[in-house]
């Protein structure tokens, strides 16, 4: 048996880890790298509501938009990073890589955000 196969013993907190592959734990870095960049992008679209664009029809919409870019600009860093940790672990115990989440959460505030863009359009072209 070597040292990577696990034993009846090893939980996954203590299994035996091993140094993966450089170029699996350089593209681990470089996703994470990506999910950084888009929560910048993310932050930085969410101040540019804020500051730059006209006023909206409804009260606070401006604002509610631009705290929504924000809210998912901290998720995005903070599930990059997480995912970051588990793969990392998950190669170096040589386990399946984890489910994400995060995708998920991203999407699904794009899609909102979005569809109160449409809405916004709709409005103004009413008025």
């Given at each position: 048996m070597t040292s990577a196969e696990p034993t009846a013993t090893d939980t996954p907190e203590n299994a035996a880890e091993?140094?993966?592959?450089?170029?699996?734990?350089?593209?681990?870095?470089?996703?994470?790298?990506?999910?950084?960049?888009?929560?910048?992008?993310?932050l930085a679209?969410?101040?540019?509501?804020?500051?730059?664009?006209?006023a909206f029809p409804i009260p606070g919409i401006r604002s509610a938009i631009g705290g929504l870019l924000v809210a998912l600009a901290v998720l995005t860093a903070a599930g990059g990073l997480v995912r970051w940790?588990?793969?990392?672990?998950?190669?170096?115990?040589?386990?399946?890589?984890?489910?994400?989440?995060?995708?998920?959460?991203?999407?699904?505030?794009?899609?909102?955000l979005a569809l109160v863009g449409l809405a916004l359009v709709v409005t103004k072209g009413l008025a």
């Amino acid at each position: 048996m070597t040292s990577a196969e696990p034993t009846a013993t090893d939980t996954p907190e203590n299994a035996a880890e091993h140094e993966p592959d450089y170029r699996f734990t350089l593209a681990n870095e470089r996703t994470y790298l990506a999910w950084l960049r888009t929560s910048l992008s993310l932050l930085a679209a969410g101040v540019a509501v804020v500051q730059l664009v006209p006023a909206f029809p409804i009260p606070g919409i401006r604002s509610a938009i631009g705290g929504l870019l924000v809210a998912l600009a901290v998720l995005t860093a903070a599930g990059g990073l997480v995912r970051w940790l588990r793969v990392e672990r998950a190669m170096r115990r040589d386990r399946d890589l984890p489910r994400q989440r995060i995708p998920w959460v991203l999407a699904l505030g794009l899609v909102l955000l979005a569809l109160v863009g449409l809405a916004l359009v709709v409005t103004k072209g009413l008025a």
